[in-house]
C-alpha cells in the first residue's frame, strides 16, 4: 500500500495536530451491500501483526487480516464542493455497491 502526496500531506498535518503519539491504522471491515469496507482508528502504537507501511516520509499500519486485501491499493486524499477525505484505488477489488460504502474481492 502507498499514499499519495495529497494523502501523506493531509496525514501529516493530522499527526502534527496531535497532543499525543498517534498512527493511522487501517483495515477491512464487514458492511455494507458489497461486504467489505475500509475502516481507520487512531492508536498510539503498532498491535501484535500489524504491518508498519512507510510511504512519502509518514507511517500508517495495516492490520494483518487486512493485508491481502490491500496489496497495490493506493490512498489518496481528494476535496471537492461538498466533502473531503481519503479515499482508496485498490486493484483487488472487483466491485463496488452504488453508494461506494463497501466493496467486494
Same mark, same amino acid.
Given at each position: 500500500? &502507498?499514499? &499519495? ?61 487486512? &493485508? ?10 481528494? &476535496? ?26
Amino acid at each position: 500500500m &502507498t499514499l &499519495t502526496e495529497a494523502a501523506a500531506a493531509r496525514l501529516a498535518a493530522l499527526y502534527a495536530g496531535s497532543d499525543e503519539p498517534k498512527l493511522l491504522r487501517i483495515s477491512v471491515g464487514t458492511k455494507g451491500c458489497s461486504g467489505h469496507s475500509y475502516e481507520m482508528e487512531w492508536v498510539a502504537e503498532p498491535g501484535k501483526g500489524d504491518e508498519i507501511v512507510k510511504s512519502n516520509g509518514l507511517t500508517v499500519l495495516v492490520d494483518r487480516k487486512a &493485508t491481502l486485501y490491500l496489496i497495490g491499493a493506493v490512498m489518496d486524499y481528494k &476535496t471537492d464542493k461538498l466533502a473531503s477525505g481519503f479515499t482508496f484505488e485498490n486493484p483487488n477489488e472487483k466491485g463496488r455497491c452504488g453508494c461506494g460504502e463497501s466493496f467486494h474481492v
